[in-house]
C-alpha cells in the first residue's frame, strides 16, 4: 500500500526511524513495495529535512517528497 499511495502523490512527507541491526534474504518486502513488476524508475525523490539520532543508536530520518512522482 505504501508503494501505490507513494508512486500516485499521495505521500508528502516520511518519517523513518532506522535500527542498528543488518537483515536480509531473498524475498524480503521494502517499505514502499509496488504490486507488480519492479519499476524501472524510483516512485519518487526526497529530500532530507532533518536527522535526529536517537537513544540505543537509532536513526530518525523526516523527509520530504519532492516534485512529481518519477513513472
Do not use: C
Not at 1 to 9: C, F, K, P
Not at 15 to 25: D, Q, R, Y
Not at 39 to 49: D, G
Amino acid at each position: 500500500m505504501n508503494g501505490s499511495a507513494l508512486r500516485d502523490g499521495l505521500i508528502d512527507e516520511i518519517s523513518h526511524l532506522t535500527g542498528p541491526v543488518a537483515n536480509g534474504g531473498q524475498k524480503i518486502q521494502t517499505m514502499f513495495d509496488i504490486p507488480g513488476d519492479a519499476p524501472t524508475k524510483a516512485s519518487a525523490s526526497l529530500r532530507l529535512m532533518s536527522l535526529k539520532k536517537m537513544p540505543g543508536g537509532v536513526l530518525w530520518a523526516k523527509y520530504k517528497v519532492v516534485g512529481k512522482p518519477l513513472t
